[in-house]
């Protein structure tokens, strides 16, 4: 007793009895089954080809959930996921529009595992018929055009579009509305436009299951003038000169018209002819001289010149003669350069041209072996510039110079050197 006592054998047997009751106790509840639920379980929908072969469609239900409830052994349930079970339901016997409840499958493909339970115990769907309906285009302008201007007339074409989707919505579309901003218009024009389908109360119609044929129709605005006519001209863009470059005058700017009452009431401007915009860059601000050729059946109610004035300058962008010198030169090993000062032409940002600087720009000799002669050579050039936005006009020129025992080295490589003799 004193030696049972002394090592605590009684406690270690006790510990050990505790122990194997525990262990039976663990092994038996994990052998208990468990029932775990699943919430959210979409169901997928089977036959929706032969749906719309009957002209059908689904206005809702398409995207239904359920619950599901799994019991199994405790350890099959633990390793059971959302992803072993699929739900569907069919549609493929449904032939007319109408609400239907629908059973639905439940399939889990784990072992061990089997339904308990779903929830709710069918799902509803709600099918409607295909179809098709022409609505009238309708046109709302806002706005007002520029000074002395107005909308004489205005079409659509097509002036009705063709919805196609669910009866139930079509029947609720009455028009497909146009609203188009004319504020600042300063001339006739065709524009494709969009529009918005609307009930009779103008509350709009949207859904999956409505569509048009074409989503715009075209505006075709027919603008005149109330009295003076503006003298107008088109620009062709040069190789870097557009029209949103410049600004330009024109004198006189309108000019009074009387005459045939329908050659006024179509006429909003009257063209003086195409500026070639590549001129301008070739030139800076130009002037130009253009005849006034009134349309027939119209007058001036007052003497008119036979010309008129057209004055260009460019707005927020500049030319500028660049002068740097020959430490711009990119270094070459054949060539050296006498001092001199070279001037290009660049164009660009009228900010961004007037703070250019000399070491902004670096020039590389263009040059091929067999045309350099002994002596001076005048080479083209190219410039290169880090600044972003400017263009640098080509036909720079510079001077270089390379004596003749260089050239003919580099022009015979292989050729032995002659050393001079030792004195």
């Not at 520029?146 to 002036?159: E, K, N, Q, R, W």
């Amino acid at each position: 007793m004193k030696w049972i006592k002394e090592h605590d054998v009684v406690l270690r047997v006790f510990a050990l009895l505790l122990a194997a009751v525990l262990w039976v106790y663990v092994m038996s509840a994990r052998n208990t089954d468990k029932t775990v639920e699943y919430r959210n379980i979409p169901v997928q929908l089977d036959g929706l080809d032969q749906l719309a072969q009957n002209n059908l469609v689904i206005l809702s239900g398409s995207s239904s959930t359920v619950s599901v409830k799994v019991t199994g052994a405790f350890n099959s349930v633990l390793d059971m996921s959302e992803e072993y079970i699929t739900a569907t339901a069919s549609v493929g016997s449904i032939i007319e529009p109408g609400t239907y409840s629908l059973n639905y499958r439940v399939v889990v493909d784990a072992s061990g595992v089997t339904l308990s339970q779903k929830n709710p115990s069918k799902i509803e769907v709600v099918v409607d018929s295909m179809s098709a309906v022409s609505v009238p285009v309708e046109v709302e302008l806002t706005g007002t055009p520029a000074g002395g201007l107005t909308v004489a007339d205005y079409s659509v074409s097509p002036d009705a579009v063709v919805v196609r989707g669910a009866e139930s919505l079509l029947k609720q579309i009455k028009k497909a509305k146009v609203v188009y901003d004319v504020s600042g218009l300063t001339r006739s024009t065709q524009t494709s436009v969009s529009y918005t389908l609307l009930d009779a109360q103008d509350n709009e119609v949207t859904g999956t299951h409505v569509t048009a044929d074409s989503p715009s129709t075209m505006l075709a605005l027919t603008v005149k003038q109330n009295g003076a006519i503006p003298l107008t001209v088109r620009f062709t863009n040069g190789e870097h000169i557009t029209e949103r470059m410049i600004d330009y005058r024109i004198e006189p700017q309108e000019l009074a018209l009387t005459g045939d009452p329908d050659a006024i009431a179509v006429l909003n401007q009257i063209e003086l002819g195409t500026i070639d915009l590549q001129e301008l860059e070739d030139e800076g601000t130009m002037i130009y001289t253009m005849p006034i050729m009134l349309p027939n059946g119209v007058l001036s109610e007052e003497d008119i010149p036979s010309e008129a004035t057209v004055t260009l300058t460019l707005d927020g962008y500049a030319f500028r003669e660049m002068i740097v010198s020959q430490s711009r030169i990119r270094e070459d090993e054949l060539l050296t350069y006498p001092e001199q000062t070279v001037t290009f032409r660049v164009f660009g940002p009228e900010n961004t041209v007037a703070q250019l600087k000399e070491d902004d720009f670096i020039l590389t000799p263009e040059y091929e072996l067999m045309s350099l002669a002994a002596g001076e050579n005048r080479l083209r050039c190219t410039v290169e510039t880090n600044v972003r936005g400017i263009y640098i006009y080509p036909g720079v020129e510079i001077v270089a110079q390379i004596p003749a025992e260089a050239l003919e080295a580099a022009r015979n490589p292989s050729a032995p050197v002659e050393t001079p003799p030792e004195p």
